[in-house]
Nanobody, 117 residues
Framework: QVHLVESGGGVVQPGGSLTLTCAAS????????MAWYRRQAPEKARELVG?????????HYSDSVKGRFVISRDNAQNMLYLQMNSVKTEDTAVYYC?????????WGQGTQVTVSS
């Protein structure tokens, strides 16, 4: 059974940093591209933050976070990370990790990040 569990959210001041973690289990983590998404408001759709290939050779980021956020992974520990730097108030959102396995789309429960002074 696939499980994705995010952690590390909280309140951070503008310009600060925060690292989110996603613990994965129940599938061969190192065989899949992983992604981070976020939902900035309940009525808004989840938006893609970025992706990382199986062996972390390639990462892609949305324009809104490029140059500020870094996605990494530890395949030995089945862990996915999102390092958030120079955060802005508009980065306030619930952040989700995501795996697409075959035709199934898996999500964690999300972790809330609030950027506020």
């Amino acid at each position: 059974q696939v499980h994705l569990v995010e952690s590390g959210g909280g309140v951070v001041q503008p310009g600060g940093s925060l690292t989110l973690t996603c613990a994965a289990s129940g599938f061969a983590f190192d065989r899949y591209v992983m992604a981070w998404y976020r939902r900035q408001a309940p009525e808004k759709a989840r938006e893609l933050v970025g992706t990382i290939t199986r062996h972390a050779v390639t990462t892609h980021y949305s324009d809104s976070v490029k140059g500020r956020f870094v996605i990494s992974r530890d395949n030995a520990q089945n862990m996915l990370y999102l390092q958030m730097n120079s955060v802005k108030t508009e980065d306030t959102a619930v952040y989700y990790c995501n795996a697409i396995i075959g035709r199934d789309n898996y999500w964690g429960q999300g972790t809330q990040v609030t950027v506020s002074s």
